[in-house]
C-alpha cells in the first residue's frame, strides 16, 4: 500500500497528477492593483536615498573598532581590579603596609587603582553585564595573574632572605595594562618556576576568584528596608540618610549616612544620633520575619546603648529571582518519576516554567507577606493520563499561592491557600 | 560579479530570483518589479489559503513584501530566494495568529497549538458560506485540510517547490513532509472521487 502511495505521489511530484491540472484554473487570483502599486512604490523609495559611498564603509568600520578598543580596553582595566581588591592580594596588603609606613593610609580602593581614571562606578558595571561573554574571556585572562600572586605568596614565605628593595611590579600579570607603581616595595615576579606555568594553566579558579572578589565587595541596594518586632522597629538606609524608627513607631531618629563598612560578615553603618552610639550590622544570611513568616534574604541587628533590635532586611524577592527552581513535591504527593517541573520568577513579575507536560507562564506578585499568583496560561500538549492529573494538580496550586518559606534544608515551599505546599529546589 | 547583472539587461529575462534580488540591493527597481511579478500571485494565494480571510490575507502579504524590501541592504545569496520569501510569509502568518490568540503560548515542540487555534479560526461559520460562494469544490477540499497538510500541498502547487524546501521552509524532516503531502493527496483525490 506505501508502495502504491509512493508511486501516487511521485506521480504528483512529477506533474503528471489529474489534481495539479484541476488546481491550474484555480491559480486566476492574485492581489489586488493597490497592493501591487503600493508595493513596488515602495520598493522603490527603499532605493531613493542615495547608496553610501564606498569610502564611508572602511570609516565606519573604523570608527567601530575605535569605540570598541575604547570600551575593551576599560573592562579589561576595570576586570583586573576585583582581583586587587580582594583581601588575599599580595601586592595590594604590601602597598598598604608600604603607606602606613608613610603616614598616607588612603582607603584600599584606591590603592588598588591608583592610575583609573574618574570614578569608573556603575556605567563600567553595566557595560560589564552587557558583555558577559568578553567578561569571561578577561577573567580567563586575568586568572593567570592571581594565580602567580598565590605563587608569589607561598614564595614570600619561604623565601625569608627580604631581596625585594626597589623593584616594579610585574603589571601583565596582575591582568590589567595600567602601569601600577607602589613607590618602594614591591613584589616582582622574576623568573617564574615551572610551578607557576602549571597553575597558570589551570582555567578552573578564574570565575571563582572573581566571583569572590565581586562578594567581598558586594553592595546593599538602597534604598535598604528592615524591620524587626517586639517590640516593632523599622529602619530605612538611603543614600543620603538613616531613619530608625522604634517603639512601635514613637521614637525616630535621622542621621546622615556614613561610610559603610564591607567586611566578610557583612556590611556595617556606625553612627551617632542625639547623643547615642549606634551600630548597624547587616549580615548576608537568610531571615525569617518572626510575625508574618515572611522570608528575607538578610539579617539585620541594630546595637544601641540601651538595647539591641534584631529583624530582616532586603527584597524577600530577591530570594526567588535568578536560576530555575525544580518541583520536588507537589502537596506531599511526591512527584512522577522522571517529570519534569520547574518555575521560573522573573524580575518583571514574570513567572514561568514546565508543568510536567505543558508550559506555563504568567504573572506573579510579592505583597507584605503574600506571595500571589495570577492567572496561569499554559500550551494545550496531550501527555500521559498521570502526567496530565500532576501536572492539573500543580497549575492549580500554584494558582493558590499565599506565601513561601524555607525548609531546614534550604529548599523553597511555596504555601497555598488550603496548607498544601509545594517543595522546590534549585 | 554581481554588478554584471544589471548592466547586462538582455540577461533580466532569464536571471535568477536571486540575481534579481542582487540587482534590487545595487539599487535597481525594475530587478525588483520583475521579481514581484514572477511571485505575486503565488504568494498571494498561499498567504489566502494558508492563513484566512482575504482582509488578513492582504495585510500579511503586503508585510511579507515590505520585509523583504527592507532586507534588501543586506541580502545575501543564503539560499533560494523562494525558500527565503515563504518561509517570511509562513513566519508571519504564524505571528499573525500568535497575536490574535491570549490563551495559547508558543510550544516549544512545535506549533501545533497554534495551527489548532488556526484551524478553528478558519472555520468560522460565515467565512465557511463565503468560502463555498467563492471557491470551487477542490478548493473547498484544499480548505478543509489540516493546516501541516494545506500548507504542504499550497507550497507544491503555487510555489512549485520540492519536498525538502517544504520541508525546511516548515521546519521538520523532509519525511514528514512527504507524508503530509501524501494525505493532502490523498485526501483530495479522495474528496474528489466522493462527489
Given at each position: 500500500?506505501?508502495?502504491?502511495?509512493?508511486?501516487?505521489?511521485?506521480?504528483?511530484?512529477?506533474?503528471?497528477?489529474?489534481?495539479?491540472?484541476?488546481?491550474?484554473?484555480?491559480?486566476?487570483?492574485?492581489?489586488?492593483?493597490?497592493?501591487?502599486?503600493?508595493?513596488?512604490?515602495?520598493?522603490?523609495?527603499?532605493?531613493?536615498?542615495?547608496?553610501?559611498?564606498?569610502?564611508?564603509?572602511?570609516?565606519?568600520?573604523?570608527?567601530?573598532?575605535?569605540?570598541?578598543?575604547?570600551?575593551?580596553?576599560?573592562?579589561?582595566?576595570?576586570?583586573?581590579?576585583?582581583?586587587?581588591?580582594?583581601?588575599?592580594?599580595?601586592?595590594?596588603?604590601?602597598?598598604?603596609?608600604?603607606?602606613?609606613?608613610?603616614?598616607?593610609?588612603?582607603?584600599r580602593?584606591?590603592?588598588?587603582?591608583?592610575?583609573?581614571?574618574?570614578?569608573?562606578?556603575?556605567?563600567?558595571?553595566?557595560?560589564?553585564?552587557?558583555?558577559?561573554?568578553?567578561?569571561?574571556?578577561?577573567?580567563?585572562?586575568?586568572?593567570?595573574?592571581?594565580?602567580?600572586?598565590?605563587?608569589?605568596?607561598?614564595?614570600?614565605?619561604?623565601?625569608?632572605?627580604d631581596?625585594?628593595?626597589?623593584?616594579?611590579?610585574?603589571?601583565?600579570?596582575?591582568?590589567?595594562?595600567?602601569?601600577?607603581?607602589?613607590?618602594?616595595?614591591?613584589?616582582?615576579?622574576?623568573?617564574?618556576?615551572?610551578?607557576?606555568?602549571?597553575?597558570?594553566?589551570?582555567?578552573?579558579?578564574?570565575?571563582?576568584?572573581?566571583?569572590?572578589?565581586?562578594?567581598?565587595?558586594?553592595?546593599?541596594?538602597?534604598?535598604?528596608?528592615?524591620?524587626?518586632?517586639?517590640?516593632?522597629?523599622?529602619?530605612?538606609?538611603?543614600?543620603?540618610?538613616?531613619?530608625?524608627?522604634?517603639?512601635y513607631?514613637?521614637e525616630?531618629?535621622?542621621?546622615?549616612?556614613?561610610?559603610?563598612?564591607?567586611?566578610?560578615a557583612?556590611?556595617?553603618?556606625?553612627?551617632?544620633?542625639?547623643?547615642?552610639?549606634?551600630?548597624?550590622?547587616?549580615?548576608?544570611?537568610?531571615?525569617?520575619?518572626?510575625?508574618?513568616?515572611?522570608?528575607?534574604?538578610?539579617?539585620?541587628?541594630?546595637?544601641?546603648?540601651?538595647?539591641?533590635?534584631?529583624?530582616?532586611?532586603?527584597q524577600?524577592?530577591?530570594?526567588?529571582l535568578?536560576?530555575?527552581?525544580?518541583?520536588?513535591?507537589?502537596?506531599?504527593?511526591?512527584?512522577?518519576?522522571?517529570?519534569?517541573?520547574?518555575?521560573?520568577?522573573?524580575?518583571?513579575?514574570?513567572?514561568?516554567?514546565?508543568?510536567?507536560?505543558?508550559?506555563?507562564?504568567?504573572?506573579?506578585?510579592?505583597?507584605?507577606?503574600?506571595?500571589?499568583?495570577?492567572?496561569?496560561?499554559?500550551?494545550?500538549?496531550?501527555?500521559?493520563?498521570?502526567?496530565?492529573?500532576?501536572?492539573?494538580?500543580?497549575?492549580?496550586?500554584?494558582?493558590?499561592?499565599?506565601?513561601?518559606?524555607?525548609?531546614?534544608?534550604?529548599?523553597?515551599?511555596?504555601?497555598?491557600?488550603?496548607?498544601?505546599?509545594?517543595?522546590?529546589?534549585? | 560579479m554581481?554588478?554584471?547583472?544589471?548592466?547586462?539587461?538582455?540577461?533580466k529575462?532569464?536571471?535568477?530570483?536571486?540575481?534579481?534580488?542582487?540587482?534590487?540591493?545595487?539599487?535597481?527597481?525594475?530587478?525588483?518589479?520583475?521579481?514581484?511579478?514572477?511571485?505575486?500571485?503565488?504568494?498571494?494565494?498561499?498567504?489566502?489559503?494558508?492563513?484566512?480571510?482575504?482582509?488578513?490575507?492582504?495585510?500579511?502579504?503586503?508585510?511579507?513584501?515590505?520585509?523583504?524590501?527592507?532586507a534588501?541592504?543586506?541580502?545575501?545569496?543564503?539560499?533560494r530566494?523562494?525558500?527565503?520569501?515563504?518561509?517570511?510569509?509562513?513566519?508571519?502568518?504564524?505571528?499573525?495568529?500568535?497575536?490574535?490568540?491570549?490563551?495559547?503560548?508558543?510550544?516549544?515542540?512545535?506549533?501545533?497549538?497554534?495551527?489548532?487555534?488556526?484551524?478553528?479560526?478558519?472555520?468560522?461559520?460565515?467565512?465557511?458560506?463565503?468560502?463555498?460562494?467563492?471557491?470551487?469544490?477542490?478548493?473547498?477540499?484544499?480548505?478543509?485540510?489540516?493546516?501541516?497538510?494545506?500548507?504542504?500541498?499550497?507550497?507544491?502547487?503555487?510555489?512549485?517547490?520540492?519536498?525538502?524546501?517544504?520541508?525546511?521552509?516548515?521546519?521538520?524532516?523532509?519525511?514528514?513532509?512527504?507524508?503530509r503531502?501524501?494525505?493532502?493527496?490523498?485526501?483530495?483525490?479522495?474528496?474528489?472521487?466522493?462527489?
Amino acid at each position: 500500500m506505501s508502495n502504491d502511495n509512493d508511486k501516487e505521489l511521485n506521480d504528483y511530484l512529477q506533474g503528471n497528477s489529474e489534481l495539479s491540472q484541476r488546481y491550474q484554473p484555480d491559480k486566476g487570483s492574485g492581489p489586488p492593483a493597490h497592493l501591487d502599486k503600493l508595493i513596488l512604490d515602495a520598493a522603490k523609495n527603499e532605493i531613493k536615498p542615495p547608496h553610501m559611498p564606498r569610502w564611508t564603509v572602511p570609516l565606519s568600520i573604523a570608527a567601530v573598532m575605535v569605540i570598541g578598543v575604547g570600551i575593551v580596553f576599560n573592562i579589561y582595566r576595570e576586570q583586573g581590579q576585583p582581583l586587587m581588591t580582594a583581601p588575599e592580594s599580595t601586592v595590594a596588603t604590601k602597598a598598604r603596609d608600604v603607606l602606613k609606613e608613610q603616614g598616607e593610609m588612603e582607603n584600599r580602593q584606591q590603592i588598588a587603582r591608583p592610575s583609573a581614571p574618574a570614578e569608573p562606578g556603575r556605567g563600567t558595571s553595566a557595560i560589564n553585564r552587557a558583555l558577559p561573554s568578553l567578561n569571561m574571556e578577561l577573567a580567563d585572562q586575568a586568572a593567570p595573574g592571581r594565580k602567580r600572586m598565590i605563587w608569589e605568596k607561598q614564595e614570600k614565605k619561604t623565601q625569608t632572605d627580604d631581596s625585594q628593595d626597589k623593584q616594579d611590579t610585574d603589571v601583565a600579570m596582575l591582568g590589567a595594562t595600567d602601569t601600577y607603581n607602589y613607590d618602594e616595595k614591591t613584589v616582582r615576579s622574576e623568573k617564574q618556576p615551572a610551578m607557576s606555568a602549571d597553575l597558570a594553566l589551570d582555567p578552573a579558579l578564574a570565575p571563582v576568584s572573581v566571583a569572590e572578589a565581586d562578594q567581598v565587595t558586594a553592595d546593599i541596594e538602597l534604598p535598604f528596608k528592615a524591620m524587626g518586632n517586639e517590640p516593632g522597629w523599622s529602619l530605612t538606609i538611603s543614600e543620603d540618610q538613616i531613619e530608625l524608627v522604634t517603639s512601635y513607631g514613637q521614637e525616630k531618629l535621622v542621621t546622615s549616612t556614613p561610610e559603610v563598612i564591607t567586611t566578610e560578615a557583612g556590611s556595617r553603618y556606625l553612627l551617632s544620633a542625639e547623643g547615642q552610639a549606634l551600630e548597624i550590622t547587616i549580615r548576608d544570611s537568610r531571615c525569617r520575619d518572626s510575625m508574618s513568616g515572611m522570608p528575607y534574604p538578610r539579617t539585620v541587628k541594630v546595637i544601641m546603648s540601651d538595647k539591641t533590635l534584631s529583624g530582616c532586611g532586603g527584597q524577600s524577592v530577591s530570594l526567588l529571582l535568578g536560576d530555575e527552581w525544580i518541583v520536588e513535591d507537589i502537596g506531599n504527593k511526591g512527584i512522577i518519576d522522571f517529570s519534569r517541573v520547574t518555575i521560573n520568577f522573573s524580575e518583571d513579575g514574570r513567572i514561568h516554567g514546565l508543568a510536567g507536560c505543558n508550559q506555563y507562564s504568567g504573572s506573579y506578585q510579592i505583597s507584605g507577606e503574600l506571595l500571589s499568583v495570577g492567572l496561569l496560561i499554559s500550551t494545550r500538549r496531550a501527555c500521559p493520563e498521570a502526567l496530565m492529573n500532576q501536572e492539573a494538580f500543580f497549575l492549580e496550586l500554584l494558582q493558590l499561592a499565599t506565601g513561601f518559606d524555607f525548609d531546614e534544608h534550604g529548599a523553597l515551599i511555596i504555601k497555598t491557600k488550603e496548607g498544601k505546599t509545594i517543595l522546590i529546589r534549585r | 560579479m554581481l554588478s554584471s547583472v544589471s548592466t547586462l539587461p538582455f540577461m533580466k529575462a532569464e536571471a535568477s530570483d536571486e540575481e534579481l534580488m542582487l540587482s534590487y540591493r545595487e539599487g535597481d527597481a525594475k530587478a525588483f518589479e520583475a521579481l514581484y511579478s514572477r511571485h505575486k500571485g503565488a504568494l498571494y494565494r498561499f498567504i489566502l489559503r494558508r492563513c484566512g480571510q482575504p482582509a488578513v490575507a492582504e495585510e500579511l502579504y503586503q508585510e511579507v513584501w515590505m520585509k523583504l524590501i527592507r532586507a534588501r541592504e543586506g541580502y545575501t545569496v543564503k539560499a533560494r530566494f523562494t525558500t527565503w520569501m515563504y518561509q517570511v510569509a509562513r513566519n508571519h502568518c504564524i505571528d499573525y495568529y500568535r497575536r490574535q490568540s491570549v490563551a495559547v503560548i508558543n510550544d516549544q515542540q512545535g506549533s501545533l497549538g497554534i495551527e489548532a487555534f488556526e484551524d478553528q479560526q478558519s472555520k468560522q461559520p460565515d467565512q465557511q458560506l463565503e468560502l463555498q460562494q467563492q471557491t470551487t469544490q477542490l478548493m473547498q477540499l484544499v480548505e478543509a485540510l489540516p493546516v501541516e497538510q494545506r500548507e504542504a500541498f499550497l507550497l507544491r502547487e503555487e510555489a512549485g517547490l520540492g519536498l525538502n524546501e517544504i520541508a525546511e521552509i516548515t521546519g521538520v524532516n523532509p519525511e514528514t513532509a512527504k507524508s503530509r503531502l501524501r494525505y493532502a493527496i490523498n485526501k483530495l483525490r479522495a474528496g474528489l472521487n466522493q462527489s
